[in-house]
């Protein structure tokens, strides 16, 4: 499956944005979906995940409360809602599909990568 990431931009703090990754190439329901991130100077980090149905998600303690992942199979999409944003969360953001919810979180045995959109929170 092929990912397209889209909805970065730059937003003050305690605003919001709404990222959009859209897939094609696969059966989209075969797949768990994954956001991850990578703010300069640091490794990539687990940002949410969402498995097939969309029944079960998981985010990441430091997004918990703020941030809703959600996905719509009839159109092959995943989606990060970002709310109260804070200038920590400045980072590229990058989705990810892989057909083992339970991995993904350690991005482990993803499939595809999204090419990255930019996230920028001012303070």
């Known amino acids: 499956v092929q990912l397209q990431a889209s909805g970065g931009g730059l937003v003050q703090t305690g605003g919001s944005l709404r990222l959009s990754c859209a897939a094609s190439?696969?059966?989209?329901?075969?797949?768990?979906m994954g956001w991850f991130r990578q703010a300069p100077g640091k490794e990539r980090e687990f940002v949410s995940r969402?498995?097939?149905?969309?029944?079960?998600?998981d985010y990441a303690d430091s997004v918990k409360g703020r941030f809703t992942i959600s996905r719509d199979n009839a159109k092959n999409t995943v989606d990060l809602q970002m709310n109260n944003l804070k200038p920590e969360d400045t980072a590229v953001y990058f989705c990810?599909?892989?057909?083992?919810?339970?991995?993904?979180?350690?991005?482990?045995?993803?499939?595809?990568w999204g090419q990255g959109t930019l996230v920028t929170v001012s303070s």
């Open positions: 990810a599909s892989s057909t083992n919810y339970g991995l993904i979180a350690q991005g482990l045995r993803v499939g595809s």
């Open positions: 190439g696969g059966v989209f329901s075969n797949y768990a």
């Open positions: 969402v498995n097939g149905n969309g029944y079960y998600t």
